[in-house]
């Protein structure tokens, strides 16, 4: 049984890190798996094809929420040098024959320019996604209520 | 009348790009442009910033290919500082190097190119491409996979698993390799050389040489880095030119005076410069860079199966190979070379040496680094002054090398499949496969991001839209 976290973005446009950043905070647990990526690429169906569930983490630039939506594989027509959470998941089906099931994490931003470092309203973001992400890791196997949902 | 026809923008390749075929009055050919449409300057950028800064800056450059410029700008700070690096530190710096020529290799044949030429170029777009490559060769695509996976491995534990890692620094790197990250490489590179030697015996089987004219076949130099001894070489060496008989035309070439013999000229119609043989100006001075140039350019690989490999090559074909489609075959024999120099560097025991970095500071105001990435050569020159702050700073990157080529490939494919103006999806296809064999990567040359399908207009000589002709 095997969970995968990852998170998603550029650390030098502003908020887009906060994916990476937010997944680098996650304690390590055994049984977990956390990755910070630039991009999603193709080759992280590797690590996907053995996991029960996946956490993408990545920034949103519309909403002022946090959401939680379960996500599952788009049928895609090809693969390049990245994708979306959704086409990664399709992919790894097609070269797999299976696919874990999925959530992503989208925390709001307000800033994506150049430049290290989160916006203020994004660092404040930060403990609510580290607990949803808490609820995540222990209600495994359980649907979650709020799926779909803007929280907290 | 004459026309115009656009394609714009191009698919899996890394930015954006168009392209524009010139139609004389019978509705053939006349000449073709490769448009790179966007700019970010990250020339400019660098002015200011200190030289301890620019490995991490510029690996900002690309997503794709981060680790060619950190490993570039790392060597051009090794001049400034004036050191001799350790030679652990060389020896990983090569190591990191070969894994992304792995990786960058295995995604541009497996996913992004084979797709065109294994399933067929007049295949159904909603099945050419890497969906319909997993459907006909289930096993390949999977392999593939797992050999991209072993080079980005080679890249995130030398780098410690950070995006963008600062790993080559000034003076070395800032991290040795581990006994069980070595553990690790050796254990999984049986793996990845079956992978290799499967895809090449394929590739093989599958094309010819009168096959692999599909892409066209035109007369060029091309420019790579060589050892002392000619041998092919992708960190150090000398600059070496040779032009389409393998006769040299530059030999021994000091890296760091290469402005004494390449020139960037400018075009109104695009972002992308157009490096160039100097002695012999602008257009004449076109050469390649890149798989096939470094193929071209080199005596032998210096490594037993991928020296049996390239003696095939060279059989079948000539002591250089002037086709487009030959790039793909050039990749797989570097993948193949790559990964014999990977295991040849594993099993050196100064590899798990500590001492892996030279400690100074500002001891000359210029360095230039220069060595092979996946694409061709790359070049970072810098100026600084005496507090270490960029005063100037000019990147060459492969893309923009292969710019005059590109833009020949691409006219030469549109004479071979246009006539009288009829424009099909075949020939479509073949276009971008000639631009796809270059594995251009626009990130890099003008710093450009994002993928996009494709509109291609046809436009009379009086400016007038006469046609457009969009593919999702």
Not at chain 1, 52 to 71: E, P
Request: glycine residues 10%; proline residues 5%.
């Amino acid at each position: 049984m095997a969970d995968v976290i990852i998170g998603i973005g550029n650390d030098s446009r502003g908020d887009d890190g906060i994916g990476p950043r937010v997944a680098e905070a996650v304690p390590a647990r055994l049984g977990l798996e956390t990755l910070a990526v630039h991009q999603l690429v193709p080759e992280l169906a590797e690590r996907l094809r053995t996991a029960d569930r996946v956490l993408f983490i990545d920034a949103r630039i519309d909403g002022t929420s946090i959401r939680l939506d379960r996500i599952g594989p788009e049928a895609h027509r090809g693969v390049g040098h990245s994708c979306s959470p959704e086409s990664l998941l399709g992919w790894t089906q097609l070269a797999y024959g299976t696919v874990p099931e999925a959530w992503l994490l989208s925390v709001p931003g307000r800033s994506f320019g150049m430049g290290e470092g989160l916006s203020a309203s994004a660092e404040a973001r930060i403990p609510d996604a580290m607990g949803r992400i808490e609820t995540w890791l222990d209600g495994r196997g359980t649907p979650d209520p709020t799926d779909g949902e803007e929280v907290a | 009348m004459e026309r115009q026809i656009r394609i714009e923008p191009v698919t899996r390749i890394e930015g954006h790009a168009k392209i524009t075929v010139f139609l004389d009055g019978a509705g053939d050919v006349r000449d073709a442009q490769f448009h790179v449409t966007e700019l970010r300057g990250f020339e400019k950028f660098c002015e200011g910033r200190t030289l301890w800064e620019m490995p991490g800056l510029t690996a900002r450059i690309c997503g794709i290919c981060p680790v060619s410029h950190i490993l570039a700008s790392a060597k051009a700070c090794d001049e400034i500082l004036a050191v001799r690096i350790p030679e652990t530190a060389v020896l990983l710096r090569r190591l990191m190097n070969l894994g992304q020529i792995v990786q960058s290799h295995a995604l541009s044949f497996f996913y992004l190119s084979a797709p065109d030429f294994l399933l067929g170029w007049d295949a159904d777009p909603a099945t050419r491409n890497v969906v319909g490559l997993v459907a006909e060769h289930p096993e390949l695509a999977r392999k593939g996979i797992r050999l991209r996976a072993f080079g980005q491995e080679i890249i995130d534990r030398l780098g410690g698993k950070r995006i963008h890692p600062a790993w080559a620094v000034p003076g070395g790197v800032n991290r040795s390799l581990s006994a069980e990250d070595r553990r690790w490489f050796l254990d999984n590179l049986p793996e990845a050389m079956d992978t290799i030697r499967g895809t090449l015996d394929l590739f093989k089987a599958s094309f010819d040489c009168e096959a692999r004219g599909v892409l066209g076949e035109f007369t060029s130099m091309y420019m790579g880095l060589v050892g002392s001894d000619g041998t092919w070489e992708h960190y150090d060496g000398r600059i070496r030119i040779v032009d389409q008989d393998g006769s040299i035309v530059v030999e021994g070439h000091d890296p760091s005076r290469y402005f004494d013999i390449i020139v960037e000229a400018s075009a109104p119609w695009t972002y992308l410069k157009f490096p160039h043989y100097e002695p012999m100006g602008f257009p004449d001075g076109m050469y390649r860079v890149g798989p096939l140039g470094r193929v071209n350019v080199c005596e032998a690989f210096g490594t037993p199966e991928a020296d049996a490999g390239l003696e095939a090559f060279r059989a079948e074909a000539s002591r250089c190979s002037g086709k487009v489609f030959d790039y793909h075959y050039a990749r797989l024999l570097e993948i193949l070379a790559s990964l014999e120099r990977i295991g040849v560097l594993l099993d050196d025991e100064r590899i798990l040496s500590p001492r892996v970095r030279a400690e100074a500071g500002v001891n000359r105001l210029e360095g230039v680094g220069i060595h092979e990435a996946p694409r061709g050569t790359l070049i970072h020159h810098y100026q600084v002054d005496d507090d270490g702050l960029i005063e100037k700073a000019n990147f060459i990157v492969s893309t923009g090398h292969n710019n005059l080529a590109m833009n020949r490939a691409v006219a030469e494919i549109a004479k071979m499949y246009i006539h009288k103006g009829d424009v099909t999806e075949g020939m479509l296809n073949r276009i971008e496969g000639g631009i796809r064999a270059y594995d251009p990567c626009l990130s890099c040359s003008v710093h450009a991001v994002g993928q996009m399908p494709i509109v291609l207009d046809v436009v009379d000589a009086d400016g007038g839209l006469a046609q457009t002709v969009t593919k999702e």
